[in-house]
């Protein structure tokens, strides 16, 4: 008698806790009760597996305690929070973060902290901030900076001080010029890579793949274009092609189903892709939780298990 070998189903490799709720940033902007009521019904809902953490400014950290001291429910899951700070003011934005925790008495935590990097010596200043955040700290590099020179630095802060952390690539914005092009995310995708840090991204990736938005007339990235250079990337593919697939606008050239990822004639196993996400491409941010879900409906990937 043959027994069948159980895999794992490659869209849960790829998707699994891919997307950081980020309801109160913009084009969102929700209000706290609605970005919580928002994040409350991804995590609880028949997705609730694609959802990670609530992204929250660490200067908002105390109105969202309000929040949840009156809305969580008996045995509702801890809440996993990723704090944005500003790092103007380490010394008062740590104090907040544990006063925070304190109050929610383990209901919540801070499970990362995000930063944009300021002016000055980088790799003093974020291993200074690793030390007292005393968390994953990613930080935030400007695509139209120095990338190799940045990452670099945030690899000799990671070496020296043995703690974990990332970096933070800014995908979009309010302006044509935020939107860094193809070839931009695949140097910085494969910059990452090549320093065995990981990364998340953020801004404008509501949608799978990359298309021209109606309202503002801006080309978008694609999240599943991301997630395939990541993946491809980690098994070592080249910029040239990185860039290819970051700047693919055709939903038909990428596939997504039990067995894998496919752009194109590429194929990345579900092995592959638990590989990319785990050491790569770890989230992204978004403000809508429903037009990814709708998306990758409409595209045949959800539900798991059709």
Same mark, same amino acid.
């Given at each position: 008698?043959?027994?069948?070998?159980?895999?794992?189903?490659?869209?849960?490799?790829?998707?699994?806790?891919?997307?950081?709720?980020?309801?109160?940033?913009?084009?969102?902007?929700?209000?706290?009760?609605a970005a919580a009521a928002g994040y409350r019904a991804a995590r609880t809902g028949p997705e609730a597996w694609m959802v990670d953490r609530f992204l929250c400014p660490v200067g908002r950290l105390e109105e969202l305690a309000g929040v949840l001291m009156g809305t969580m429910g008996s045995g509702e899951p801890a809440w996993r929070i990723s704090a944005i700070a500003t790092g103007t003011d380490l010394d008062a934005e740590v104090a907040t973060i544990e006063a925070f925790e304190?109050?929610?008495?383990?209901?919540?935590?801070?499970?990362?902290?995000?930063t944009r990097v300021p002016s000055g010596d980088l790799a003093v200043w974020a291993a200074r901030a690793v030390e007292m955040l005393d968390r994953v700290v990613f930080f935030e590099i400007p695509w139209?900076?120095?990338i190799a020179a940045a990452l670099d630095a945030l690899a000799a802060a990671r070496d020296g001080t043995r703690r974990a952390l990332g970096a933070k690539l800014r995908t979009g914005g309010v302006t044509a010029d935020d939107f860094p092009p193809p070839e931009g995310v695949a140097a910085f995708i494969a910059a990452c890579r090549d320093r065995s840090l990981p990364l998340k991204a953020t801004a404008g990736l509501h949608h799978p793949v990359r298309h021209v938005d109606p309202e503002t007339g801006f080309t978008r990235h694609g999240f599943l274009n991301l997630l395939a @250079?990541?993946? %491809?990337?980690?098994? $070592?593919?080249?910029?040239?092609?990185? *860039?290819?697939?970051?700047? #693919?606008?055709?939903?038909? @050239?990428?596939? %997504?189903?039990?067995? $894998?990822?496919?752009?194109?004639?590429? *194929?990345?196993?579900?092995? #592959?892709?638990?590989?990319?996400?785990?050491? %790569?491409?770890?989230a992204y941010g978004s403000c809508s939780f429903d037009e990814p879900v709708e998306d990758l409906t409409a595209l045949g990937v959800l539900p798991v298990g059709s």
């Open positions: 008698m043959s027994l069948e070998i159980s895999r794992p189903d490659a869209r849960r490799a790829a998707l699994g806790g891919l997307i950081d709720y980020a309801g109160l940033f913009p084009p969102a902007e929700l209000d706290m009760e304190a109050e929610m008495g383990g209901a919540a935590s801070v499970q990362l902290v995000e139209q900076a120095d @250079a990541a993946a %491809l990337a980690s098994r $070592g593919e080249d910029i040239t092609t990185l *860039a290819e697939v970051v700047g #693919d606008d055709d939903p038909q @050239a990428f596939t %997504l189903d039990r067995s $894998g990822l496919r752009w194109r004639d590429r *194929a990345v196993s579900a092995a #592959d892709l638990q590989t990319a996400r785990r050491e %790569l491409f770890v």
